[in-house]
């Protein structure tokens, strides 16, 4: 599940540039390096009767550490870098940092990654169980059905889109007949990409959204979305948990406890608000485990304090004057606990 929440108010001075690249132009090269490589990343295919792709990267196939950094490429439309970095320092937070890299920040992270598409069915449309799933990746700039693509001034026409789709199971037809729809698309040119949270490739693409998080923070403040110019972070990978809530619960601590991020915006006033105002530190909420924190309100995103989805840490640097401000902490305690890291006596 995405840690950013919705309920924003409207962008103070929203503009945009006269053209803007396509976020599924850019990624159908990843798209189609996933597929072509799906055994090599552990990924399993089919496809639908009328030929939409169906890339299972942790349902039933077992995905792979380099199959979420490149799902979170995708996620990103193409527009940043996501990598995995051993550290072994002295007292290193943890062994594994995952790190997130823009120049095109609001594009890549809220018109491509966010998870904002809500996608369900009942168990009379799928003959079953019902079904519920967040969509995000540049497919949603296709479909264009959440009023944030109104603020950003931005939508997406290409022949092909790939979703991304937060989930333990796959989609039903009904599902996939509303995204190739709403999208504009031919089965044959679109494909969904499942990865439960508790998966390898699901908990390295949730993580890796730790930028996203911060940008989605600098919308609900009300601060102009063209401020942002760069954006860049790092979050620990935690281990994939073994049920939904754990995993849930892993995956925003890395980036509320442990996620670090450097903004550089235009001006200085905006650069000293956001040091302030942006880390997680900021919420009612902070210091408790997130499963604990989503548990006490009956598993009711809407009941969590919004101001507690944000990284830990912030550096925010201004192109007016050069300056940098810092705010947030990291909480190494909290994550250590959580997540083990305990010593095997020799």
């Known amino acids: 599940m995405n840690p950013t929440m919705p309920a924003s108010p409207p962008i103070a001075d929203p503009s945009a540039p006269a053209t803007l690249p396509s976020v599924n132009a850019l990624s159908e090269r990843l798209v189609a390096r996933l597929v072509d490589q799906a055994a090599r990343l552990g990924v399993a295919l089919t496809r639908t009767a009328d030929g939409t792709v169906i890339a299972d990267a942790g349902v039933d196939a077992r995905g792979s550490l380099d199959a979420g950094l490149l799902i979170a490429r995708i996620c990103m439309g193409g527009l940043g870098r996501v990598a995995a970095r051993a550290n072994f320092d002295a007292a290193p937070l943890w062994p594994t940092m995952l790190e997130v890299s823009t ?5 890549a992270c809220l018109g491509s990654q966010y998870a904002g598409w809500s996608l369900s069915a009942t168990k009379e449309q799928t003959g079953g169980k019902k079904f519920f799933s967040l969509g995000s990746g540049p497919a949603r700039a296709l479909a264009v059905k959440e009023p944030l693509f109104e603020e950003l001034g931005y939508r997406d026409r290409h022949e092909r889109g790939a979703l991304v789709l937060e989930v333990d199971r796959l989609p039903p037809q009904v599902v996939i007949d509303k995204v190739l729809h ?3 698309l031919a089965p044959e040119h679109l494909t969904l990409i499942v990865t439960p949270t508790h998966s390898v490739a699901g908990t390295v693409q949730v993580v890796a959204r730790v930028v996203e998080v911060a940008l989605h923070k600098v919308h609900v403040l009300g601060v102009p979305l063209d401020e942002i110019v760069a954006g860049t972070g790092s979050a620990p990978l935690p281990p994939p948990a073994p049920d939904a809530i754990q995993a849930m619960g892993r995956t925003n601590d890395a980036i509320l406890y442990g996620g670090r991020v450097h903004l550089t915006v235009k001006h200085d006033e905006i650069a000293q608000r956001l040091a302030g105002s942006l880390p997680s530190a900021n919420s009612r909420d902070y210091g408790r485990p997130f499963a604990d ?10 009941q969590i304090d919004p101001a507690l989805f944000a990284p830990a840490e912030v550096w925010v640097s201004s192109l007016e004057s050069g300056a940098t401000w810092h705010g947030g902490r990291l909480d190494a305690g909290l994550l250590q606990k959580q997540w083990g890291g305990q010593s095997v006596a020799q």
């Open 103 to 107: 120049s095109s920040p609001v594009l």
């Open 182 to 184: 709403d999208c504009g």
């Open 293 to 302: 924190v989503f548990t006490a309100v009956n598993f009711d995103f809407y």
